[in-house]
């Protein structure tokens, strides 16, 4: 009776709280929209001529466009199938001027930073003596990505939320003179609540310490005004594309980074939000597997850069950033020690170059042993599924990890679709037994190894702004292969029987679900 009573309480909250009115209000927006349009092709022919005329153009243009090939045909069939709402729908999503707008302060910003982004030349000398293909691909970090590698940094790598969680404490508390986070869930907890107290007794000392977090965490884990309640305890805090009843693609493109920075001596990321599920204290989906990474010395930069370079974004401001005061030598005199090479990088949807994917798909193309990932999700696109197949048909011991309890069951099912394909080409498929696996991690050929915010699927791969670290020869990459390995003993292998024997009727929906799967 209580969890049905439970139960009862949430739907309510869903129905009638700001999660049910903004939904209702914006699908009355679509509605009012698209509903328009259809009766405007219905009373005048020289409009449906012209509806017709601008699918054929819209068509051409979209075939022509260089785009993910998934994205092409999505249009493609939404317009032929219902051409006034495709249609409608397309000129609505590349005529915005609040993405406009974002996209231009992003690459403005790119602008003003590039000149404390410039790679040590013997870094370089030394990556290129390792790899000149390795070189190639960190100078292709640098262009694209606009951030360089380094070599004096060291690493620590968490195999759980909880043991981040642990060290993130330790740090906060020894801040001194600046604390940064930007994270795309924040919820009120156990995790929550002890950070906030050392953010609150940190900002009471003069410590700087500046919070932000993605306005979908507004819609039902945190009040509107929550920035408000922050600033009174003295702690900066913006939120980034607050949710709003009004249709718009800038609502599509969400912050899922996850960094923190403390003193520009130490930077944290990886999968873990701050949310008490992700450190094991409140149940939702079996255990939570999560991982992540600290970083320390000069790469941390990087990543205060990044955050930065957010804040700025938010914040409309037309003073320049103030990097002096940030860097990593003005507390830290002394040199930094590490070993291999290090690069945090970050992507953003807004300059038409997949970075995240090109890490991915360089890993997959230049492994020859092996390469191991944990993905939460799996929904990939054609580039992706050949790079995967090849890999595994020419040798490389190619082997998936994903969640055993999913987090969203249509989603969990569109994931399952693409193991056919994939097990069939000598791809090995594990689902982890114990709960959900939340990790984003690529290792490879104990050489090479990603941990980021990148899930394999198009919203991180093309929608969000995300973020990762790449390592090279770097000590991590063993504790990241032996954290993979160690998973492995709580994972099921999956057969290609399982998909094979499946219900006609969920391979039916799943192989419709395939054809919006740019969208989930």
Same mark, same amino acid.
């Given at each position: 009776m209580k969890k049905q009573l439970e139960k009862l309480k949430k739907f309510w909250k869903l129905i009638f709280g700001r999660t049910g009115i903004l939904v209702f209000l914006l699908l009355v927006q679509a509605v009012i929209l698209f509903g328009g349009f259809a009766l405007i092709d219905k009373s005048a022919w020289i409009v449906n001529y012209t509806i017709g005329l601008l699918a054929v153009i819209i068509l051409i243009y979209i075939l022509n466009a260089r785009s993910n090939s998934s994205f092409k045909l999505m249009w493609i069939i939404l317009i032929l199938v219902v051409p006034v709402v495709g249609v409608a729908f397309y000129i609505f999503t590349r005529v915005q001027p609040g993405t406009a707008y974002i996209s231009h302060r992003v690459n403005a910003l790119i602008e003003e930073e590039k000149d404390y982004l410039t790679p040590h030349k013997d870094t370089l000398y030394d990556v290129y003596a390792e790899s000149k293909q390795e070189c190639g691909f960190m100078q292709y970090l640098y262009k694209r990505g606009k951030y360089p #590698? *380094?070599?004096? %940094?060291? #690493? !620590? *790598?968490?195999?759980?939320? +909880?043991? !981040?969680?642990? +060290?993130?404490? *330790?740090?906060? +508390?020894? %801040? +001194?003179?600046f604390i940064f986070l930007e994270y795309f869930i924040v919820d009120k907890g156990i995790m929550w609540n002890r950070i906030l107290r050392i953010l609150a007794r940190k900002a009471r000392e003069g410590v700087e310490v500046r919070f932000m977090y993605d306005g979908t965490c507004t819609l039902s884990l945190l009040p509107r005004n929550y920035p408000k309640r922050l600033e009174q305890l003295g702690i900066q805090c913006k939120i980034f594309a607050p949710m709003r009843p009004f249709l718009s693609t800038h609502q599509n493109n969400r912050d899922h980074r996850k960094i923190a920075v403390i003193d520009g001596r130490a930077a944290f990321t990886g999968g873990v939000n701050l949310a008490d599920e992700y450190i094991n204290r409140k149940e939702r989906f079996g255990h939570w597997k999560d991982t992540a990474v600290m970083l320390k010395g000069e790469a941390v930069w990087n990543m205060t850069v990044m955050f930065l370079h957010m804040w700025n974004v938010i914040n409309n401001s037309s003073e320049p950033i103030d990097h002096e005061i940030h860097m990593p030598h003005r507390f830290h005199q002394e040199p930094f020690a590490g070993n291999g090479f290090v690069q945090p990088y970050s992507d953003t949807p807004l300059d038409g170059e997949i970075v995240g994917e090109n890490v991915y798909l360089n890993i997959i193309n230049r492994a020859r042993k092996y390469v191991y990932i944990c993905t939460p999700y799996l929904i990939i696109d054609n580039e992706m599924m050949t790079a995967l197949c090849l890999a595994a048909k020419s040798g490389v011991d190619v082997r998936i990890m994903t969640p055993g309890i999913p987090d969203k069951k249509m989603v969990f099912l569109l994931t399952q679709s693409y193991y056919e394909q994939l097990l069939e080409a000598g791809v090995r498929i594990y689902e982890y037994q114990p709960g959900f696996l939340h990790a984003k991690s690529f290792v490879c050929d104990d050489e090479i190894a990603v941990v980021g915010t990148i899930n394999l699927d198009y919203r991180s791969l093309y929608l969000h702004f995300e973020n990762g670290v790449w390592f090279y020869k770097n000590k991590v990459i063993q504790d990241i292969l032996d954290d993979f390995n160690q998973t492995l003993k709580y994972c099921d292998p999956v057969s290609i029987d399982f998909c094979k024997n499946r219900n006609i009727v969920v391979r039916a929906f799943q192989s419709i679900l395939r054809l919006f799967a740019p969208l989930l």
């Open positions: #590698v *380094y070599s004096n %940094a060291s #690493v !620590k *790598y968490f195999p759980l939320g +909880e043991d !981040k969680f642990q +060290e993130l404490l *330790y740090q906060l +508390e020894r %801040a +001194e003179k």
